[in-house]
């Protein structure tokens, strides 16, 4: 008797009568989407992409580029290529989770074992985990400047504690709330928060470059800005390692993208939702970005970056009203779909009897504050390079050995009961496949091994040695998610060289 069914339009679910009965590896939250629950459209995955895509780190990617020399057709032209080359991944992995309705440690069992799939996970809800902080963070400084506008000076001058006013961590403390108290509402209300919260981040950003066209005097100022870099040796030495940082940014959601993609009603919903909801929005967000950075420049004299001080610029109260408002709109949608989602998953594949979804969620939500994130978006210089880079590069890795496994190896097909349980095809070794820990060793080594800090006016701007962690791996450092990818995936495919065709589904 089978013990799964497969459906006309490709998608797969458990038999009828099957039960995942094994605490250790399921519960309510890690067992495959039914069909029948499986809703999400084109539109869906669309709005999705569109309320992540246009939040602050997004801006802050493009405006960093700008503060740290490029012009505006540069920084648009790095973070568009960026965003097309990591959609590829992103497509390939979510075929898994529209398919067979798992979530992305499920899917990591297949490649990593079934008990060795957290390793991926863990390091995937790390991830997660520090972008969470930083997000919440941001968000708290919105309401900071909100409430500061409504009460007065006297919220935003308020004692400090740790070199922060009081109000200021107070504000971080309420955003960390109300994060929570929607989350725990599950995944059909994160869907409608993005459907509704996706169209005013548009209108929030065009009303900040409305402000800086009227500062600026027009248009002009903001596309006559030149490069500091010029397009020579400069400029490509800049380029490439922020084209990985910029890849690194969404390498996060290609690994865990299976986590959406298994409520995906086709895989024709999934694919063309994704594929014109995040190229097209980050490549929009980033022009929006670039040119009221631009604009600051031309204003004030030098760019401002972060578009929460900017919005306090404002001397029109209602406009800085709206700008935070719709600031802390996006960081609520995005925080909660690209950071929350996933370590809640991964820590509950951890331990499925006693974390489920909701849990997960809030261990999220206290690991977010305590990796202390105000400093890692202190300086982009950490945040670009250091940061972006080696997340990265270690994720890449983990998508190499994914796309390897699913693709090549067992050309998309799987045994969803086996997943779930000890002993089966998936079990290998103790349960870990330990030729998918070698490649990623072998990978993560080659990605990150090299990673150094720059150094600026003869500052080191990171925690890394000047000349890399490992100098013979240094010229590596800058390509650090596509060589994190290519090693790991060929690695992976040479140690399954002997029993890849007995291990074809």
Request: hydrophobic residues 50%; glycine residues 12%; aromatic residues 12%.
């Amino acid at each position: 008797m089978s013990l799964q069914q497969t459906y006309p339009d490709g998608r797969v679910a458990l038999a009828e009568g099957v039960v995942l009965d094994d605490p250790r590896f399921s519960n309510g939250d890690l067992a495959p989407v039914p069909v029948e629950r499986r809703t999400w459209r084109t539109y869906n995955y669309l709005a999705l992409w569109v309320g992540m895509a246009h939040c602050i780190p997004s801006w802050t990617l493009a405006s960093g580029l700008v503060a740290l020399g490029m012009d505006w057709r540069q920084a648009v032209l790095t973070i568009a290529l960026a965003n097309v080359i990591v959609l590829v991944p992103m497509l390939l992995t979510g075929h898994a989770g529209t398919k067979y309705g798992i979530p992305f440690p499920v899917f990591a069992r297949a490649a990593f074992g079934v008990r060795g799939a957290n390793l991926p996970a863990l390091v995937r809800a790390a991830v997660a985990c520090c972008w969470f902080g930083i997000q919440t963070w941001i968000g708290g400084e919105g309401i900071y400047l909100l409430a500061g506008k409504v009460v007065g000076h006297g919220w935003l001058s308020a004692g400090q504690v740790f070199g922060t006013p009081w109000t200021q961590w107070l504000s971080f403390l309420l955003f960390w709330l109300i994060e929570i108290a929607v989350i725990t509402r599950g995944m059909e209300t994160l869907r409608r928060v993005e459907n509704w919260a996706a169209p005013l981040v548009i209108v929030g950003a065009l009303v900040l470059l409305g402000f800086m066209v009227d500062k600026a005097g027009g248009l002009g100022p903001l596309l006559d800005q030149p490069s500091r870099l010029g397009w020579g040796s400069g400029f490509w030495k800049v380029f490439f390692p922020a084209l990985m940082g910029m890849i690194g940014f969404w390498s996060t959601l290609s690994l865990n993208i299976p986590d959406f993609t298994r409520f995906g009603g086709s895989q024709k919903a999934q694919l063309w939702g994704q594929t014109l909801g995040l190229p097209t929005t980050m490549t929009l967000f980033a022009v929006l970005s670039v040119l009221v950075t631009s604009g600051s420049q031309a204003v004030y004299g030098a760019p401002v970056w972060d578009p929460i001080a900017l919005s306090a610029r404002m001397s029109n109260v209602v406009g800085a009203l709206f700008a935070l408002l719709i600031v802390m709109v996006a960081t609520l949608s995005v925080n909660i779909a690209a950071n929350v989602v996933s370590p809640a998953y991964d820590l509950s594949n951890l331990l499925p009897k006693y974390v489920n979804f909701r849990t997960g969620a809030l261990i999220t939500g206290v690991v977010g504050i305590a990796v202390l994130p105000w400093k890692l978006i202190a300086n982009p210089h950490v945040y670009i390079f250091t940061w972006l880079g080696v997340v990265g590069g270690l994720l890449g890795t983990v998508a190499g050995i994914l796309v390897a496994d699913y693709w090549v190896l067992r050309r998309t097909r799987l045994h969803l009961h086996e997943l779930y349980r000890e002993g089966g095809r998936y079990w290998y070794t103790g349960g870990w496949n330990l030729r998918a820990v070698a490649a990623f060793l072998v990978g993560g080594v080659l990605a990150v091994g090299g990673s150094y800090s720059t150094v600026s006016g003869g500052v080191k701007q990171g925690p890394f040695p000047a000349d890399g962690v490992i100098p013979l791996l240094k010229p590596l450092a800058d390509y650090g998610w596509a060589v994190g990818l290519a090693s790991s995936l060929l690695v992976y495919l040479l140690l399954n060289l002997g029993s890849a065709a007995s291990r074809r589904e």
